[in-house]
Every structure is written in structure tokens, then in C-alpha cells.
T-cell receptor, first 112, second 116 residues
Framework: GDSVTQMEGPVTLSEEAFLTINCTYT??????LFWYVQYPGEGLQLLLK?????DKGSNKGFEATYRKETTSFHLEKGSVQVSDSAVYFC???????????FGPGTRLSVLP | GAVVSQHPSWVICKSGTSVKIECRSL??????MFWYRQFPKQSLMLMAT?????????EQGVEKDKFLINHASLTLSTLTVTSAHPEDSSFYIC????????????FGPGTRLTVL
């Protein structure tokens, strides 16, 4: 079945450091790919998405590129802030959104 | 756009009582709604999927008689935890897809349930 694998956390960085959170997937067909962010005590917020190969999703300084050849969708940010501390979930969607698979989440802590 | 609300945001109840959680799509018609449960520092666990006007599809291991889901309209789904017990204490999150956003789930802010 479809699956999403993320790098294990927690990830701890200093403010202004470069961030990469790896995400790879297995899916039949052509999934849409997503990154969601969850701040403490809150629901998930859509951070960015990409629907086809080589698409780049970007938002709030974060970006990720849909790499079909490596089945990856790594999240990057050039300079993290303390306010970016949260849990980040990679996810895929197939079958017009009826099949949605989440990764286990990666907790990011950014220290001042 | 694509706003989903949940009510209440937190609830405390006594063991044996029932609790209803509402999930609403505020600015789009949600043909499909999902209910998740999340334990501390863990990922989301899908409980059930509901399509407007039809019975919910429950994931394996989720008791349908305990977690009653109703999706009576295109903007509202409810989850009722019946005869709640302390082990039902958790963070419950709903999400919705629909309209031109069929491939993307939009999440509510979650409901923290504590059963004493």
C-alpha cells in the first residue's frame, strides 16, 4: 500500500540555521504531496503542496520539490526562526483525496 | 479560504457520559470529512471517513458503536463519543475535502477530550 517515510526527530537547530526534513513516499499512480505543520495544542495547517513531478511548493520561506525519480518531497528552509518550532508532517493523497497517508511527523525545535 | 472549525476546543466530562464534537467547513462544501485521533507526541490515527449522506467507513479496530459519526450536511459532521472512559481521553481532529479541493485535506483546530 501507499506509505510515507520521514526522517526521525527530534531535530534541534539554532536560529538562522538551514533546515532539511527528508520525506520519501511509495504510491501507485501519481499522488499529490503535502507538508503540514502542527503547532503545540493545535490542529494541522497546510504548509505547501505539489501535484505533479517537478512542481515546487513554497510558503513562509519553506519549499519542497516533487521529485518523481527519487520519490521524494524534502522540506527546506534557508533560515529557521524560533517560531518555526513545531511538528512537520509529510503526506500524500491519491484517488481524488479519498486515500490520504501521513508520515509519522518530525518534531523541530529551534533555539534562540 | 478552506476554513474548518471544531467545537468545542476542549471538554472535560465524567466517565460514562457521552460527548459530541462538531466539525464544520465554513467556506466550502465538504463532500468528505475525516476524523483522527492523536496521542501525545504521536502521529495522527485515522478513525473514520464520512461522505455526506452516507454511513461512515471506520478503520479497523475503531468501535463504530462507541464513536458515532454523522455527516448530515455538506458543512457539518459530528463525532459522538458514547459512554466515555478515561482511555478515550485524547486530541480529536477533523478534516475535510471538497469542491475544487478534493485532493487536499483541511484540518480543524482539534478538540481536547479529558474523561475523568
Amino acid at each position: 500500500g501507499d506509505s510515507v517515510t520521514q526522517m526521525e526527530g527530534p531535530v534541534t537547530l539554532s536560529e538562522e540555521a538551514f533546515l532539511t526534513i527528508n520525506c520519501t513516499y511509495t504510491a501507485t499512480g501519481y499522488p499529490s504531496l503535502f507538508w503540514y505543520v502542527q503547532y503545540p495544542g493545535e490542529g494541522l495547517q497546510l504548509l505547501l503542496k505539489a501535484t505533479k513531478a517537478d512542481d515546487k511548493g513554497s510558503n513562509k520561506g519553506f519549499e519542497a520539490t516533487y521529485r518523481k525519480e527519487t520519490t521524494s518531497f524534502h522540506l527546506e528552509k534557508g533560515s529557521v526562526q524560533v517560531s518555526d518550532s513545531a511538528v512537520y508532517f509529510c503526506a500524500l493523497s491519491t484517488n481524488y483525496g479519498q486515500n490520504f497517508v501521513f508520515g509519522p511527523g518530525t518534531r523541530l525545535s529551534v533555539l534562540p | 479560504g478552506a476554513v474548518v472549525s471544531q467545537h468545542p476546543s476542549w471538554v472535560i466530562c465524567k466517565s460514562g457520559t457521552s460527548v459530541k464534537i462538531e466539525c464544520r467547513s465554513l467556506d466550502f462544501q465538504a463532500t468528505t470529512m475525516f476524523w483522527y485521533r492523536q496521542f501525545p507526541k504521536q502521529s495522527l490515527m485515522l478513525m473514520a471517513t464520512s461522505n455526506e449522506g452516507s454511513k461512515a467507513t471506520y478503520e479497523q479496530g475503531v468501535e463504530k458503536d462507541k464513536f458515532l459519526i454523522n455527516h448530515a450536511s455538506l458543512t457539518l459532521s459530528t463525532l459522538t463519543v458514547t459512554s466515555a472512559h478515561p482511555e478515550d481521553s485524547s486530541f480529536y481532529i477533523c478534516s475535510a475535502t471538497g469542491g475544487g479541493r478534493a485532493d487536499t485535506q483541511y484540518f480543524g483546530p482539534g478538540t481536547r477530550l479529558t474523561v475523568l
